[in-house]
């Protein structure tokens, strides 16, 4: 009896083992031409391509860093936001456009992020708490538009990036 209640026991361990390791975002592909960058005034290293910047605008309790091309005469890719305070909200989207969902880190923790693709036009976002709190900042809303899925797939792979500077 001992024998079939450790086999039960041992078959129901190993069944959950792979369940969980099911829920688990899919690995996000190497991209290449990619250089770490400090967000400015918010305590965090962020990787985004060669070609592109982050500017910051601040509000009364809040900051936005906006990624984008360094060279604004260059169309295509992809643009992307990242909102710092204690009061997010989602933008909304087109009427109609339903969202699907997808899972990867922000932070080091798990993100679920809403996915729009209509009409030729992508979109995703997401609303994390943040680990590196200063009392201003409690809340990460980070998004992307882009053209493509690839376009979206870079910008789910940037904040995959996101974490908090080495030694502050």
């Keep these: 009896m001992r024998r079939i209640s450790l086999l039960i ?12 390791s099911q829920n688990h975002p ?4 190497q991209f290449k031409g990619f250089v770490t960058c400090s967000v400015p005034n918010a305590g965090y290293v962020i990787s985004i391509p060669a070609d592109y910047k982050i500017t910051e605008s601040n509000g009364p309790d809040f900051s936005v860093y906006y990624i984008h091309r360094k060279d604004s005469t260059i169309k295509g890719g992809f ?62 809303h980070a998004a992307g538009r882009a053209k493509s899925k690839a376009g979206i797939d870079t910008v789910l792979y940037i904040f995959s990036t996101l974490k908090a500077e080495p030694n502050k």
């Design 9 to 20: 026991f041992i078959g129901l361990l190993v069944g959950s083992c792979k369940s969980k």
């Design 79 to 140: 643009s992307a936001t990242m909102y710092l305070g204690n009061a997010p909200s989602l933008f909304s989207t087109d009427k109609g456009c339903k969202p699907a969902h997808s899972t990867s880190t922000v932070l080091d923790d798990y993100a679920q992020w809403d996915v729009y693709g209509c009409n030729n036009r992508f979109f995703v976002q997401t609303i994390v708490k943040n680990k590196k709190n200063n009392g201003w900042d409690s809340m990460v």
């Design 26 to 29: 899919p690995t996000i592909k």
